[in-house]
């Protein structure tokens, strides 16, 4: 009955995210915050209907409940469809038994049959926790003129930070002839940036292989790919142009935020052609006192300022009161700096309370010991106690006594 | 099938000639207020946060900048299978004239739509009301005193809050809470008792009334409904406590967004549980520059402030350039304010253009209105 | 961003007159068909099949039956964020007389609607066919041969077919498929090309093309715009192979329903993997009485069949009694026949009362029409 | 930032349903159609937003894909909300493990922060196996009047098969002072719907404690209620009157959807004041021909009936071709039966063909054996071949090959 589309897109939200750990206690990594206004997830499906993509599944086992109440029936990315739009999947039982996703490409085995009833021809894979625009209609056609099998989007990094990522050696056509992973020498600086388009007919042959092959950590990366080239199947690299960022670290989320307040960092959100779509909440203009004093940042709705902000990005009804610094922090959803207090190089997460007079993070020249200085990071709903004191590099999962 | 189900409905465009410039292309409904709001998005979320999820809006001409505003309804959840909104466009029932001489007169328009409602009662609501009231209350005291009319008031001091200019007001029984009586005073003064154009009514009443009213070519709602039905049946008044302001003139809607910079107006206009919904338009955060200096404002998503501001409201996706000076000023959506630039007392309409160092200096009482889309 | 994107504008009454009562109260788009459908449902959905999903409708009068079966435009999946369906009112942008004289100066009222497109082709359609037709291959033939305009046509031979009655026919260029004439003709015979009054154009030329309308004022689209093209720009035609049929009067909307018996034109008309949408109504399935039979008939889901019906399409909610003889009829929503009624050539619309034992026996040229709401 | 809702409701959407085994080889026993036109979880669906309720959770673990993209985005029910709407919970991963759910009340307790992100003062808990109309509202007031913890609705059923059911022992003014389930003595005749509504904060305590109990089966009915009545907690029975029916066997599914034909049953389907809605293809009306014979059916949307079709119920796009026989049956959406076939005291599941001459199924008074008579069940997607035989009480979950 339904209507076969060209291609959909299966997005791989994974896991836990371990190394946001105070960030993720509750909810997936595509569902952290990002950038005032939007949360992760949004760069891709925004880049997804942005392309004319109109149908995604998002695959996830570890707390769904976040990102479904926060997809809901997509409607605020254009995706509330009659026939598609945005699914969350996660595993299942079926008569046959039950499994939890055991990788990626186990991820996507499992939902062969939501991906046949969309009978696509191609078959986008994405990740959920990349910051980027891209108009991945390009890449398929891209895809199409070199009648590949599975084109892979790439980076050019500097040939020095090549070995942090999984580079693709290809021939000056752009067909892959060889992938490393972390190569310690690498011989190109090609890297992967997890974005896929398979020929949905192969993709599908090489899933059931694999799924059957006892053997395999049914990874894409690991199985899927190197299966495929071995067989010589026509591997192509897409190269990409643009600003692109792994949030998956403390360091490269504040990194990130903190890339929207330079001017030459080519991530523009402001241009109207490829929007990036969120769900916020509908609240008043945010206000600025006339105590307050605001000097680049991001300042957003509900948010009320009667304090320093500087070099900060603050997310929707964040409040700062009378005497309190932010700087060169990152500060998530409804949480509130009390009188006085001061947060330096800080990522605080959402609905977290950071008492009168209280201290969080350090900026690195008024570190003692530079080599355990690091972004501090308040956890959900925490409390820091009137006058305590958060060190740099903490991970804050819990409440903090006052100190009198 | 719900028991004690309350349908609403809204008039769109019943003071356009008041607002004056405003209102050139739009109806009152979709004037832009606070930054990010269109006037009706009130009385909308008042009712949808009452749970009244039927509501039809009555309009007359201008309305396309009305119907993208409101669309399916979708922001205040009414875009409904069953019930939500619904626009009563002139042409609906009568004639085919598209004009209407009052709201009584407009509700015959709309008579087939609250026909096929099956709501017990009736809210009726003009959209020039500046308030965030939970209805439930004045539907819980019309049930509780068997009223057949209750009107929502407001007690007033004519002076300070508003200036007497054509208000209707009512005198109340101060026993009973019944309406003694209700009349347009055009100098009214000190404590007065003002009708928000807010009216409960049971639905099969108030069809009576309509047709009754298109037999008798009668137009008006309070001449030829309200004031007959004082004395004669039980017409109570609801009082509202908080804060509440109509948008009169020019010069009460610039008066209107001065309130908004004080905080306790704010609190009772934005309540955590009953949020003022409005289309949603995707905007970034603003982004402060480093030679920005704002202070006492409210500043809408999707601004880039670079110069200073102060006691101000901008709208969503203005720009203000550097060392621009902005000040006692209202600058509607995506209004670019040129470096050096330096307004006070202005109301800039959507999509006005400030070169670099313009000045323009209106005062308090004269506020200089520049018209939607013009340049300066 | 969406290369070779193209937007959709329908018509919604331009035959209004030529289909007489059925349009008394509503728009031609909005005239029931098929059972379940309305003429609209055919160009919407082709248009949706065709992955158009900006769709502009433009409304002169009598639009609320039409508002109430789109709606938001859930049914086609038109209720978008962006794009989606859009009416456009008379009001829209010029002068407020709400008429029009042709569909180029209707167009004219919708210019800003489509100037905002980021759209690069538009389609243009009226709503009076009935047929399933693929666009896509409209535009790919469009782009492909680096046309400026494209016409859809269909072949017919005048006569059986189709009256003759004042058709906009084609001639073309055999070799190149080039137009070389178009133009009404009020007796042509034969073999005919005849020009189904869908026009695929690129917006920018289209809206050079209106704004030079305006500025002569001239307002037909086939006289002004197409025909002074023919010659000068690269006109082409798109040949239509399927099953069409234009709804021009009340005999045709006859007809084209007795087409409708035929499996074939079913076939044509509703693949399964281009559906014809329309508004859900959560009718229950027919139910099917100990007495009742059918023959040759369509029955759409909520009727209640008790008695005889043959040859018929008999649309939702209706109740045949027992007893009762429905041939060759036409009966529309909610229509109740009665026990023992007799009814032969009926075009019966909706909520019609036909009471027991009723006789109405019309002739296939002359079938009987019974008003809405009627009882008999 | 969300609105306290008063009530929300907990559809327990349950297992495979495995006495249906055919048809719920691939989708939960909620999505099995029913009555032409609807699935069985339509019913509670309808009664939901009819009685004014706007959030329902749907808790499933087995094969949720089906019953995911069936409801969608709730429209078709009008549960498409900005704040609220359908939501299917299946079971995930938390950071502290991951749990399958153990029972009916486990399923609930691992819920509970959805629950709570509504703040409802009561919750409504109802199974996606019962075919009835009921104003949930009547239910709610009943429960306020008299002051409730937890109502039970019950059902008078007859005496003597009253010790089938859990039998709610009440005193006259609706107070329960004892269950039993099955009793082979009934006391009472009040059966329990597996209706309940709970005021929400002691129904959280009691799941708590039953989570934390090791010998608890974390269930409903053998668990909470009984330990709820232990504590003596105010539990009330709510006497509902109408038409009911648990569809949970084939046996009853086929009598529930043969009572439609009944016009002595009380359940109107065509009362536009508590419509029942369903997501359905769009198909044109159904086409009877000239050579079709119809008495006592229902037929649906997008059929084409050439044959005979007598007391049968048919779902949209099922095809009867000439000189078929279709009576006292049940053939579910887009099945054909082929010419000259005949289905009787049958339910063809969806999608299937019969072929040409084939035989599915047999009146009781035909069969030799009348113990080992019951109705024939043909599964999804099953082709029987041409002149095939499928005997009475036959599952049939793959092809059968056609006789020459």
């Not at chain 1, 694999?210 to 395999?216: E, K, L």
């Not at chain 2, 302001?245 to 549980?273: C, G, Q, W």
């Not at chain 2, 809408?300 to 621009?324: L, P, T």
């Not at chain 2, 050096?340 to 000045?359: G, P, Q």
Request: hydrophobic content about 40%; charged content about 25%; aromatic content about 8%.
């Amino acid at each position: 009955m339904l209507r076969k589309k060209e291609w959909i897109a299966m997005l791989l939200a994974g896991g836990q995210g371990s190394r946001l750990y105070a960030l993720t206690q509750n909810l997936a990594k595509p569902a952290v915050p990002f950038g005032g206004k939007y949360r992760i997830i949004d760069f891709p499906l925004s880049n997804c209907i942005n392309s004319g993509i109109d149908t995604v599944g998002v695959l996830t086992q570890y707390q769904p409940m976040v990102l479904n109440e926060y997809l809901g029936n997509g409607q605020p990315w254009d995706l509330d469809r009659n026939d598609g739009g945005v699914f969350v999947l996660p595993p299942y039982q079926k008569s046959s038994g039950s499994d939890w996703y055991t990788g990626t490409a186990n991820a996507i085995y499992q939902n062969i049959n939501f991906i046949e009833r969309y009978d696509p021809s191609y078959v986008l894979i994405l990740s959920g926790d990349h910051i980027y625009k891209m108009d991945y209609e390009k890449m398929l056609a891209y895809h199409k003129e070199k009648g590949a099998d599975c084109t892979i989007a790439v980076l050019q990094v500097p040939l020095e930070e090549a070995s942090r990522f999984g580079i693709m050696n290809a021939y000056p056509d752009g067909t892959i002839y060889e992938f490393e992973e972390k190569p310690p020498e690498p011989k190109s600086n090609l890297a992967s940036m997890g974005i896929y388009i398979f020929t949905w007919e192969k993709m599908r042959k090489y899933l059931i292989a694999d799924a059957n092959d006892p053997n395999s950590q049914k990874d894409f990366g690991k199985n899927i790919l190197p299966a495929m080239l071995n067989d010589n199947q026509k591997m192509v690299a897409y190269p990409f142009e643009g600003y692109w960022k792994d949030v998956g670290t403390i360091d490269s989320l504040w990194e990130a935020n903190m890339d929207l307040l330079d001017p030459k960092v080519p991530l523009d959100l402001y241009d109207d052609s490829w929007k990036i779509y969120s769900r916020t909440p509908v609240m008043p203009p945010h206000y600025v006192s006339n105590e307050a004093e605001i000097q680049n940042s991001m300042i957003t709705e509900g948010c009320t300022i009667d304090g320093k902000v500087d070099f900060s990005v603050l997310f929707y009804g964040v409040v700062v009161e009378e005497g309190a610094i932010v700087r060169d922090s990152i500060v998530m959803p409804g949480s509130v700096i009390k009188k006085g207090a001061v947060v330096e190089y800080s990522i605080i997460a959402e609905n977290s309370v950071i008492g009168e007079g209280a201290k969080v993070g350090q900026r690195p020249e008024d570190a003692e010991d530079r080599d355990q200085w690091g972004i501090a990071v308040v956890g959900n709903n925490v409390k820091v106690g009137k006058g305590a004191v958060v060190p740099p590099k903490a991970m804050l999962d819990h409440d903090v006594q006052g100190v009198e | 099938m719900r028991e004690n189900k309350v349908m609403g409905i809204i008039f769109s465009d019943m003071h356009d000639s008041a607002l004056g410039a405003l209102t050139e292309n739009r109806t009152t409904a979709s004037v832009p207020f606070g930054g990010r709001y269109r006037l009706i998005d009130f009385t909308l979320s008042n009712m949808v946060n009452s749970d009244i999820s039927d509501i039809g809006i009555i309009t007359k001409s201008n309305y396309q900048s009305l119907m993208d505003h409101v669309g399916a309804g979708r922001p205040w959840d009414l875009a409904r299978k069953r019930g939500g909104l619904a626009i009563i466009p002139p042409f609906a029932s009568h004639g085919g004239l598209g004009i209407y001489r009052g709201r009584l007169e407009a509700l015959a328009g709309a008579l087939s739509y609250i026909r096929h409602n099956d709501a017990k009662y009736v809210m009726i609501s003009d959209s020039d009301v500046i308030a965030n009231v939970d209805l439930r209350d004045m539907v819980k005291q019309h049930i509780a005193s068997n009223a057949q009319m209750t009107l929502l008031y407001k007690t007033i001091t004519v002076g300070p809050d508003l200036k007497g200019e054509d208000l209707t007001l009512m005198t109340l029984d101060e026993e009973t809470g019944d309406v003694k009586d209700i009349a347009r005073y055009a100098s009214a003064k000190g404590q007065q008792n003002l009708y928000l154009n807010v009216l409960l009514i049971e639905k099969t009443l108030l069809e009576r009334m309509i047709n009754d009213a298109m037999s008798h070519d009668q137009y008006s709602m309070v001449r030829h409904c309200i004031q007959p039905a004082v004395g004669r049946m039980t017409v109570k008044g609801y009082a509202f406590e908080g804060y509440a302001t109509k948008i009169e003139n020019m010069n009460s809607y610039f008066a209107a967004h001065m309130d908004l910079l004080k905080p306790e107006v704010r609190t009772e206009l934005f309540p955590k549980d009953r949020p003022v919904f409005t289309k949603v338009r995707d905007q970034v955060s603003v982004r402060y520059g480093l030679s920005s200096k704002v202070g006492n404002s409210l500043i809408a998503d999707g601004c880039i402030i670079n110069g200073e501001v102060y006691n101000s409201i901008i709208f969503r996706g203005a720009k203000i350039g550097k060392d621009a000076v902005v000040r006692n000023c209202i600058i509607m959506q995506n209004t670019y304010v040129g470096d050096n630039a330096h307004l006070e007392y202005v109301i800039s309409d959507k999509d006005v253009l400030i070169k670099d160092s313009r000045t323009l200096v209106g005062y308090e009482t004269h506020p200089i209105y520049i018209s939607k889309g013009d340049t300066i």
